[in-house]
């Protein structure tokens, strides 16, 4: 009889954190629909955001991006990459964790939302492979774009991907260049269950969940 309340307890223990680990998942996503929205209501970058949305081929949003330091910077966040079918048809979204760092005069600590979107596959392959990291050596061109910015369409025509992010002044020039980029795969167990890779996700698309609806309709309105 101890044997089975201490099965049933681990038991119940178990799928008590299983399901926080999904909330966690669920939470990430619904930030991810206020960053979009946000992006696309800013009269400084709204009618951009829309024209790259409807030719992207994939997007990275970083709800929380947390950028700061003294004399040594760092910029980390979760971010969830979805790609984009040809018949416009957006995939479930995969969770990666992103993360770079470099030297320089830097104060503060602020938050910022960024949305990379992706045009080409040249730039979904560096991305999905973690080659950013290698910087301009990724051979892929980022156009840093940040809302209280002149938003120049021509200047930054043929970019393989363009950076969209509510922080102005110093904190405006979130890039991915340089940035380590890597699944989380815990997260997306959670979230699907198993053990998926990105691929089973964003590729083949054999995952999906019916709780990124929303955010794969305010990414195609």
């Known amino acids: 009889m101890v044997r089975i309340v201490a099965i049933l307890t681990a038991m119940l223990f178990s799928q008590a954190a299983w399901s926080q680990t999904v ?42 991006l947390v950028k700061g330091g003294f004399l040594f910077g760092a910029e980390y966040g979760t971010g969830i990459l979805m790609t984009k079918a040809k018949d416009g048809r957006w995939s479930g979204p995969a969770f990666y964790s992103v993360a770079s760092g470099s ?20 730039g979904l392959y560096a991305v999905m492979n973690d080659k950013m990291k290698l910087g301009a050596a990724a051979n892929v061109a980022v156009a840093v774009i940040g809302v209280g910015a002149e938003a120049d369409t021509t200047t930054n025509t043929g970019a393989d991907i363009y950076a969209f992010n509510t922080a102005a002044g110093l ?17 997306n167990a959670a979230y699907y269950g198993g053990s998926p890779l990105p691929e089973d996700i964003l590729i083949k698309r054999t995952l ?10 305010v990414l195609g309105k």
């Open 208 to 217: 999906d969940s019916p709780q990124a609806n929303r955010l794969r309709d």
């Open 103 to 122: 030297f320089g005069l830097q104060i503060g600590i602020q938050d910022a939302e960024s949305m990379f979107v992706i045009m080409s596959e040249n």
């Open 171 to 187: 904190y405006a020039g979130v890039s991915l260049q340089g940035s380590g980029i890597l699944p989380r795969h815990s997260w």
């Open 23 to 64: 909330t966690d998942q669920t939470q990430m996503v619904a930030k991810a629909i206020n960053t979009v929205e946000r992006l696309r209501a800013s009269s400084d970058v709204q009618n951009l955001v829309a024209d790259k949305l409807a030719q992207a081929r994939a997007v990275l949003i970083i709800p929380d």
